[in-house]
Structures are given as C-alpha cells and as structure tokens.
C-alpha cells in the first residue's frame, strides 16, 4: 500500500489522507534494490540461470598508495558454467530520457570488469514504458557494451499477475539477441 502510494505522488504524511499507519521506518532504495534482486533471480531461474551480488575489487595500484579499485552491482547473472552474462543496477530515481552520468559509470565499469557486453539500470516507473538501449563501442579495442534503462512498472503489481509481468520484463531484456535494436 504505501508503495502504491508513493508512486501515485501521493507522499508520506502522518495522520493525514484515507489511510491511517501508527508509524512506520523504510529505506526504499534498499527495498527497491532487494525487490529487483528477488525479481532477477526469479528471471534467470526460468531461463536456469543464477545471480549474484558482491563486491567487484579491480586493477592493481602500479604506483602511489592505495587499495583495489572496487564497484558493486546489485545484479551480475551467470550461466550454468558461471559466466557472466549480464549485469544489472538498481536506480530509485525518477527515470528521463537519460540515466545520470555516474549511474552509467558505475554499470559500464562492471560491464569491463567482468568482460560482460549486456548491462542495465532498472528504474521504477509507474506505467508502461518502453526500454532504451545504447550501444557504448569501446575505442580501446574491446568489445561494445549495450547499456538498457529498464523500466520496472510498479504499479502492475496491483494487478493479478502483475509481478509475473515485472519477471517477464527482466527475462525478456535478457533473452533479447545483443545488440538487436541498434
């Protein structure tokens, strides 16, 4: 319910509106990562699959003092032998028409890492909307990457079958052939 709320711009105030709570504490950003963590997970199983989520520590210091670098996507998908297939970071933010510089970073950065060319930044939207897909080439040599802002449309979860749809969304981006809307 006060998901729904919140996605109808309706906002938190105490004791005021139809609906009555004695209180209560969130972090939505943690709820939503943990909730498009279960949904990718029921979405690769279908496909028999699995996920992760854990700190990725890269490069090596060749001068000066410091650690590792170190990234941590909330979502990196494995075939059956363990290799990579996807990465996927979950945004709490309003989607535009473009996801923020360092959000992009952040997943491309993973991408690299893990030698994987399909990433995403799932936002919560709260209707229908349609994915957009980038193809980012690489100039050193490597290979292109496909960055997708998947929109997750929270609201179909007050709808029978709603949250089947959210899983189908998550297992269609990754069953899409690379590089196939471009």
């Not at 979502?75 to 979950?90: K, S």
């Not at 897909?133 to 929109?151: K, M």
Request: hydrophobic fraction near 40%.
């Amino acid at each position: 319910m006060v998901g729904a709320l919140l996605l109808e711009g309706a906002g938190v105030d105490h004791a005021a509106g139809e609906y009555s709570l004695s209180g209560f504490l969130w972090n939505s950003d943690t709820i939503y990562e943990n909730y498009i963590f279960w949904l990718c997970r029921r979405a690769a199983s279908r496909n028999g699959n699995r996920i992760s989520k854990g700190e990725l520590k890269f490069g090596r210091v060749i001068q000066g003092d410091g650690g590792r670098l170190k990234t941590t996507p909330d979502v990196v998908f494995h075939d059956v032998n363990g290799n990579t297939l996807a990465v996927a970071d979950a945004k709490y933010k309003r989607l535009g028409t473009r996801p923020k510089a360092s959000d992009t970073y952040q997943v491309l950065a993973a991408g690299h890492v893990l030698g994987c060319q399909r990433v995403s930044l799932t936002y919560p939207v709260a209707t229908n909307r349609e994915p957009t897909v980038w193809r980012v080439p690489s100039s050193l040599g490597a290979r292109d990457i496909e960055l997708t802002t998947l929109p997750i449309n929270l609201m179909s979860l007050t709808v029978s079958g709603g949250q089947n749809a959210l899983i189908e969304t998550i297992r269609s981006w990754l069953d899409k052939e690379l590089f196939s809307i471009v």
